[in-house]
Structure formats: structure tokens, C-alpha cells
């Protein structure tokens, strides 16, 4: 038999994957043997004890394994499957948005608006288009989650509806106030100190008189028209004596068929 490259004879029972899968082993055993003279139990002990607890042969005042613990309760938290999607109830969810997000967007939405006009009253004829399509979604969400499916079809009945339940859904309070005009019978006004699309607005003097509010305008619209009350709804702004900033009113002045269906008859 020949001799190694230093004379040494070459070993002919271990090879080297073999010798460090003895080492391995030898290191598992002193290491079970150290656990087991500290107390404790070694590694298959211990899982074989997991999987007697697993099999449920555990002691009456043991907790079950975590892992079972966590299917419970995400067994417990399962949301409730509905087959038709019109069967699913249509949840509140959050009623609050990021005011700067609202901003931004508003005012992305202004000056898109801006570009495809040439004048002020067209500007904001579009800007109330924009705020029906609004008014008429929010009618047909509140009579649903507020009313029942039931919707006023009375004159004051729909102003109130306007001046509390649209105002705070949209704008978190109510208006501040609700008047009927004492010129005209089929006059109101909603008014507001500082209207929320017009907080952030700085009105170049080139535009004039131009008035944002003209969006929430369209939203009073959008909801009357839709509840049955045609009206001609514009926004204006009214100067405040000592503020700088004046407020807005909404001016609501219904059609002549309105007032006249609403009026109770004289009485004889």
C-alpha cells in the first residue's frame, strides 16, 4: 500500500464528509448531555413533548401552542361571506378626509376648469355643474343611511335636511344660519362665515368677484332638484363690517310651481 505525500499512511475508514458528520453528532450528543445534567430537557424530548401537547395530551392548566392559539382567534375575527354583493350592508366608514388632500384637490380641480373657459361666469357655471353631480349622490346616500329610503317633501323640511345633515356630512358642522328673505316669498339663504372652498382661495384681482362657493351652490342644487325643489341656487359673497374676509351666502330661489304646492291654502 503506497504512503501519503509525507509518508503518512492515508486512513481508509473515515472519509472527510463523514468525519464531520461524526464531529456533528459527537457535539449533539455532549451538548443533550450538558442540558440534561443543568435540568433541562434536550431537543427531541422537547419536541416530542410539543407534539404530545399538539395531539391534545397536555395537562387541564396548560395553555395550548401559540400556533394554535393564533388560528383561534383569526377563526374568531373571520369576516362574514356574502353571496350577493347588494346583500352586504353599506357600512358608515370613515367621515372625515385630510383637509390638504381636499385642498389640493379642489384646487386641481379650479384651475382645470380655468383653462377651459374665457370668463368668470362660465368658470363657475362649470364649477356648479361639477358640485350637482356631488349633491345628487349625497341625497340619495343620506335618504338611505339617515331616512330609510324615505326622502321631505316639504319646503322647510328639505331646507332644515340642507342646512344640518348635507352641511355636517360634508363640511363637519352645521351651517351657521338658515333665513328666509324678506323681499321675496321664494327667497332663502344658507349662510356661512368662512365657507371651507373659500379658506384656502386667493382671488386674483383680474377675476373680480369670482366666488368658489359657486361648487357648493351646485351641491344645494344637486339635492333640491333631486328631492323634487327646482330652485336657482348662486352664491355671493357679503361684506362683514371689521373682518377683512366677508362671508358667503348660498341664495336659494325656488320656482314658482314650488312655493305654490307648498303654501297651505287661506283659510276662509
Known amino acids: ?141 343620506l335618504c338611505h343611511r339617515e331616512k330609510g329610503n324615505r326622502r321631505e317633501t316639504r319646503l322647510l323640511g328639505i331646507l332644515s335636511f340642507i342646512h344640518s345633515t348635507v352641511w355636517k356630512v360634508l363640511f363637519g358642522k352645521v351651517a351657521d344660519s338658515l333665513e328666509k328673505g324678506t323681499e321675496h316669498e321664494d327667497e332663502y339663504m344658507i349662510s356661512e362665515k368662512e365657507l371651507l372652498v373659500n379658506r384656502f382661495i386667493s382671488v386674483p384681482k383680474d377675476m373680480g368677484a369670482f366666488n368658489c362657493g359657486a361648487f357648493v351652490a351646485g351641491i344645494v342644487r344637486g339635492v333640491l332638484e333631486n328631492a323634487g325643489f327646482p330652485a336657482v341656487v348662486t352664491a355671493h359673497f357679503v361684506p362683514i363690517e371689521g373682518q377683512q374676509r366677508p362671508r358667503t351666502t348660498i341664495l336659494i330661489k325656488f320656482a314658482e310651481e314650488v312655493v305654490t304646492e307648498t303654501s297651505e291654502p287661506a283659510v276662509l
Open 1 to 141: 500500500m503506497g504512503k501519503g505525500p509525507r509518508g503518512q499512511q492515508p486512513s481508509t475508514n473515515t472519509s472527510p464528509t463523514r468525519r464531520l458528520s461524526s464531529i456533528s453528532k459527537g457535539q449533539k450528543r455532549r451538548r443533550a448531555r450538558r442540558l440534561r445534567s443543568a435540568g433541562h430537557s434536550p431537543i427531541h424530548a422537547t419536541r416530542s413533548a410539543s407534539r404530545r401537547l399538539d395531539r391534545g395530551e397536555r395537562s387541564s392548566g396548560r395553555r395550548p401552542p401559540l400556533r394554535r392559539r393564533v388560528g383561534k382567534m383569526i377563526g374568531v375575527g373571520k369576516a362574514k361571506q356574502y353571496a350577493n354583493v347588494l346583500d352586504k350592508p353599506l357600512s358608515r366608514g370613515r367621515q372625515e378626509v385630510s383637509l390638504s388632500a381636499f385642498a389640493f384637490l379642489f384646487s386641481e380641480l379650479v384651475q382645470y376648469n380655468q383653462t377651459q373657459v374665457d370668463n368668470i361666469a362660465e368658470l363657475e357655471r362649470r364649477l356648479e355643474d361639477a358640485g350637482y353631480a356631488v349633491g345628487a349622490r349625497v341625497l340619495e346616500l
